[in-house]
């Protein structure tokens, strides 16, 4: 059964800062893996998509990674601002099915 | 994209009600799910909505606990029966368009069971 570890589970920087949110899975046999933002009463938003034969995706200040034989991913936020405060999920989808395997997320708060 | 809303935001509930979490989409999409979200816990997958024919559910959902129902390409309940507190979640409805790898998500439902 695949697992999905999200370290660290709570973060909390200063604004400006550039900041790394990591992302481990068990199972290396998977289709693509995903980044989230979830916002209290919105739901989750879609960041970044990295296929399993990507090594990274970027999207302005976002930049994710993928080491699928090492089944790591890394989320990196460059120069974070108040805005950018909520938690970040990392979900993994195998090669069979549609079912996404999520992590626990990453609670961030960027101070003013 | 695909903007999804559901209904109702939230409730509280009594033990032994039940609850159905309605889904809508913008437009027509292919594959429908429906997650839950406990407290503390990772999103888990309860079962994928076919339109047409019966939910597919994933290992420890019953269709009993959790029936589901997709009458068309843009829409789909999930009935939460006989609530115990043990119930409260964030359930979440998405969605996949064909030839698209990404899910979206709708804002969710957050259910507390009393």
């Known amino acids: 059964k695949q697992e999905v570890t999200q370290i660290p589970a709570a973060l909390s920087v200063p604004e400006g800062e550039n900041l790394v949110l990591n992302c481990s899975f068990t199972d290396s046999a998977i289709y693509n893996l995903q980044w989230f933002r979830q916002d209290p009463g919105k739901g989750l938003t879609s960041l970044l998509l990295i296929q399993s034969s990507q090594r990274e995706q970027t999207s302005g200040r976002l930049n994710a990674s993928l080491d699928k034989s090492s089944g790591r991913s890394t989320l990196y936020i460059a120069a974070s601002q108040p805005g950018d405060s909520a938690t970040y999920l990392c979900?993994?989808?195998?090669?069979?099915?549609?079912?996404?395997?999520f992590g626990k997320g990453t609670s961030l708060l960027v101070t003013p | 994209s695909a903007v999804i809303s559901q209904k109702p935001s939230r409730d509280i509930c009594q033990r032994g009600t039940s609850l159905t979490i309605q889904c809508q989409v913008d437009s027509q999409v292919t594959m429908m799910f429906w997650y839950r979200q406990q407290p503390g816990q990772s999103l888990t997958l309860i079962a994928t909505?076919?339109?047409?024919?019966?939910?597919?559910?994933e290992s420890g959902f019953v269709i009993d606990k959790f029936p589901i129902s997709r009458p068309n390409l843009t829409f789909s309940t999930l009935t939460v029966s006989n609530m115990s507190p043990e119930d409260s979640s964030i359930y979440l409805c998405s969605v996949e368009k064909t030839g698209m790898d990404t899910q979206y998500f709708g804002p969710g439902t957050r259910l507390t069971v009393l």
């Open positions: 979900a993994v989808r195998p090669n069979s099915g549609y079912a996404l395997n």
């Open positions: 909505a076919n339109q047409g024919s019966e939910a597919t559910y």
